[in-house]
């Protein structure tokens, strides 16, 4: 009820702006949370409103140059990587109960949190006061060596579609309905020509091993295809919008659509075996034997039971629709058009997000790899990050004209890139793997001289030290210090890089 200062004379009473109780900065804050057609709308209600979303969006633009600005200076002044750094390390996961929650540490590391002055980016930072597993897991530098380049096809496509999962063969769907097979690295187009679909395909996925070429398009099909003959050999129908995603594992593939619907499809039958709702339309999907994982425009990423079709878990942090993503056992990454790649992990209920990595533009592919996260940006860069501390180790620019990337895949030492100007192929040298090196990057010589120095010896100078001391005393409420005599002569008689107790 509003106070009777607030309340008019007929006894009616009068709703009072919340925003204009409380400071402006709170104001700001809370206005903060909302997407970008939420601060479109809020701007409408009023002037005052109006003028707290203009000065969120202006703050959100200036952090957005500002990370931006330092991306590209980390960019420019890069440690130089180790391409044949490789290693079993140990990766913390979740320790879950039996109703798949995790469980906390009840006070061990506050302490240890209050008094950091800088947010630690890590995967060890991240599962802080939760009780972990241990894991062994290996990382290498992959993508991280010298490469040649290749160019599949040249023409210009803004519409074009490519598939490639390894092997000899990459798929290209361009707007004229036709499905080519290319071969690598000749970039010689293969005879078999599939074409039917009644409009331009959106989506498509090779699996070369099994002979199969998945397609769909505007007819709200999907069909398949034998690589070799040409010939369609099912159809799949049940969509009622644009299908924009296809993934394949075994017998069973998935498919998203406009329609909010992801579809898992056997194979064999042709029949439809579960189907799973987002409220918007869904970007991206992938599966394995356990999990279903989709991404919607609402920026919502849904984990799903691949057998039951049961929801496992929503996860929400994306500011924008969610454009692509990637996962294995334990981890999955997924990238949107806010210019984040988000780490989560797989286990259980967690819906805590573990790492972000920030790009300067919309994320449009992504890959996971031996622990390195492999980002295709609209700034026409892809870029190789460390999962577990977050560190870029490598920025790869596929087109001097800034194009953006529509698709990246990977496969052993090979990328086949997709822009709108042409399908690109990097065929990277072969590495012998050196399990002994110390590091990913190249160390400097200030780290070495740290991790030379013995634990528990100050790094200080003598003069440095005995002025802490003396100060520390005065603050003690002593008025005893060292004569000037014994201070002269200790910084006379030490040398400035010696360290002591």
């Not at 809370?30 to 003028?51: P, Q, R, T």
């Not at 750094?85 to 906390?104: H, M």
């Not at 996860?315 to 294995?328: A, T």
């Not at 790869?396 to 698709?407: E, M, N, T, Y």
Request: hydrophobic letters at 35%; charged letters at 25%; one cysteine or more.
């Amino acid at each position: 009820m509003a106070p009777a200062s607030l309340q008019s004379r007929s006894e009616v009473t009068q709703c009072q702006d919340f925003t204009r109780c409380l400071p402006l900065q709170l104001s700001l804050y809370i206005l903060g949370f909302l997407d970008e057609k939420s601060l479109s709308a809020c701007s409408e209600v009023n002037s005052h409103w109006a003028f707290l979303a203009g000065a969120v969006k202006e703050e959100r633009e200036c952090r957005a140059t500002v990370q931006q600005d330092f991306l590209q200076l980390k960019e420019l002044c890069p440690r130089k990587n180790i391409p044949n750094y490789a290693k079993r390390v140990t990766v913390q996961i979740p320790q879950l109960n039996e109703k798949g929650d995790v469980t906390e540490e009840k006070g061990n590391n506050l302490k240890r949190r209050k008094s950091s002055k800088t947010e630690e980016v890590s995967l060890q930072a991240a599962y802080r006061n939760l009780k972990t597993n241990n894991i062994q897991l290996e990382e290498r530098n992959v993508f991280c060596g010298s490469y040649n380049t290749c160019v599949l096809m040249a023409q210009s496509d803004k519409r074009r579609m490519i598939h490639y999962s390894g092997g000899s063969l990459v798929a290209v769907a361009s707007a004229n309905q036709r499905v080519r097979l290319l071969g690598v690295p000749a970039g010689k187009e293969v005879p078999a020509l599939l074409c039917g679909h009644a409009g331009s395909t959106r989506a498509l996925h090779l699996s070369e091993e099994k002979g199969l070429l998945l397609t769909a398009d505007f007819d709200l099909s999907i069909r398949c295809w034998n690589i070799h003959s040409g010939a369609c050999l099912k159809s799949f129908n049940g969509h009622y919008g644009t299908i924009t995603c296809l993934d394949l594992h075994k017998e069973q593939f998935v498919s998203g659509a406009g329609d909010g619907m992801v579809k898992v499809w056997s194979l064999k039958s042709g029949k439809c075996l579960n189907t799973l709702m987002h409220n918007s339309a869904v970007w991206a999907v992938k599966m394995d034997g356990t999990h279903v994982v989709s991404g919607c425009e609402q920026g919502l990423v849904k984990v799903w039971c691949a057998d039951t079709g049961a929801l496992i878990k929503t996860l929400e942090k994306h500011q924008g629709p969610v454009s692509c993503l990637s996962f294995d056992q334990w981890h999955l990454l997924t990238g949107g058009s806010d210019g984040f790649v988000l780490g989560w992990s797989m286990l259980g209920n967690l819906r805590k997000r573990l790492m972000a990595f920030f790009h300067p533009k919309a994320v449009l592919s992504l890959e996971f790899l031996y622990l390195r996260v492999i980002s295709g940006c609209a700034d026409g860069k892809i870029r190789v990050f460390n999962f577990l501390t977050g560190t870029c180790l490598n920025v790869l620019l596929v087109s001097s004209s800034g194009d953006p990337l529509s698709s990246l895949h990977v496969a052993e030492n090979r990328m086949v890139i997709n822009s709108p100007a042409r399908v690109l192929m990097f065929q990277f040298q072969d590495v012998t793997w050196d399990y002994s090196l110390p590091a990913d990057r190249e160390v400097k010589e200030k780290e070495k001289e740290k991790e030379k120095q013995p634990k528990g010896k100050s790094s200080r100078s003598p003069s440095r030290q005995q002025k802490m001391r003396s100060q520390s005393a005065k603050g003690r409420g002593t008025s005893k210090s060292p004569p000037r005599e014994l201070k002269k002569s200790a910084a006379c008689q030490q040398p400035e890089g010696r360290r002591f107790r």
